[in-house]
């Protein structure tokens, strides 16, 4: 496998990085995860543009010439990931630099890693839908930054593993924030509901959209919180991720949601999902 290290293209296994990596030592870093289909990088510039954002409000100085898009289609490119589906990772830490918390010097170069790997799609469990479970929201306050500091999400999604399930949903002050991965949405009244933009969540690509389908399909949308003692009245449930893309949820807690099946409005939202995609595809053939 050939990955990105600060400028250069090489094996994996010659990549190697300080262990005074802020990022290793600190979490001080963040990253974006890109799912390609036959190369095409989905909503490449959108997630450039997050990524920027989240430097930006890190006040992490990315280098000169640093450009996510071009990085994350050379990675296809190198290892050969033109057809089938595909992940891209793209990370950038604050550099390596003698351990103190505040900032290092100036001139501390940061380290731009990625690489690219075949994607197996949870297309059957698309189909089907899968089982989620609640916790506490034990993340931090500023969760709009996309940080590599997951701990919180790493035991939420193993907290989901544990009881069987596919997804933890996060549920802070009373309120379903996110899943450990994913954002949240469900249906109630007709009404296709999910958390509001702010520090709380991250701003999810795959929310945008299915924000912008729910107007094309008139499906009336809200951007509330969900009290977590609500979720028994939801008609239908789903997670949304660039890697999930639009997954039902049929169970929260051991209880169904709805019949138990993922139910119309979620089909319809997916369909135009993939119609979204191979859109966009042609359109930037
Ligand atoms: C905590 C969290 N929320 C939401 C999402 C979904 O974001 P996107 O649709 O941009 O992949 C992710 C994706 O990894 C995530 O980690």
New binding site residues.
Partial sequence: MQVYLNGQYLPEGEAFISPADRGFVFADGVYE?IHAYDGFLFCNDLHANRLARSMSELRIEPPADFDMAAIAAELIRANELQSGEATVYIQVTRGAAPRGHAFPASGTQPTVYGFAKPFESPAELRKIGCKAVTAPDERWLR?DIKSVSLLP?VMAKQNAVDAGAYETVLVREGNVT??????FAAIFDNEWVTAPLGNL??P????EIVLKLCEKLSIRVAENFIPSDSLGGAKEAMI????MEVMPVTEIDGKSVGNGRPGPQTRRIQEAFQQWIQQDRAFQA
């Fill in positions: 995860v969760c999400n996110e899943g450990s991965s994913s954002n969540i991250l999810g690509i795959t929310r949304l991720s660039s890697t």
